[in-house]
């Protein structure tokens, strides 16, 4: 049997910013992306602390510790520059694989989005 297991979190960083003219995708400063290991392209879930809505959507690399969390293409309706998110992402696993997995949980500054 395979269960879906929490892969990679990010956890309450600040939204810099909502486009609703992009074409889709967050976009996830490359460090927070290293940090928590998501790739480019990998499907996550976001979850916006201040409306409670959740959707799931996926990465794209932003610029370098510059903080950037922006939600692009119709993601955009659903939050606000400002707003706290949390970004999941989920991996498949044999289930005894599963019990010892650990998954890259990441705690940024929420002021800034950076990991010191």
Do not use: W
Request: charged residues 25%.
């Amino acid at each position: 049997m395979q269960i879906e297991v929490v892969k990679s979190k990010i956890h309450r960083v600040t939204v810099t910013g909502a486009d609703l003219n992009y074409i889709g995708s967050i976009t996830i400063d490359e460090a927070l992306m290293e940090a928590s290991n998501i790739i480019e392209g990998e499907k996550v879930a976001i979850v916006n602390i201040n409306n409670g809505e959740r959707l799931e959507t996926y990465a794209i690399k932003g610029n370098r510790n510059s903080g950037e969390i922006t939600l692009n293409g119709p993601a955009a309706r659903k939050v606000q520059k400002g707003d706290i998110v949390i970004i999941i992402s989920y991996g498949i696993l044999d289930f005894e694989e599963a019990k010892s997995f650990k998954p890259c949980l990441v705690f940024p500054n929420e002021k800034d989005n950076s990991l010191t």
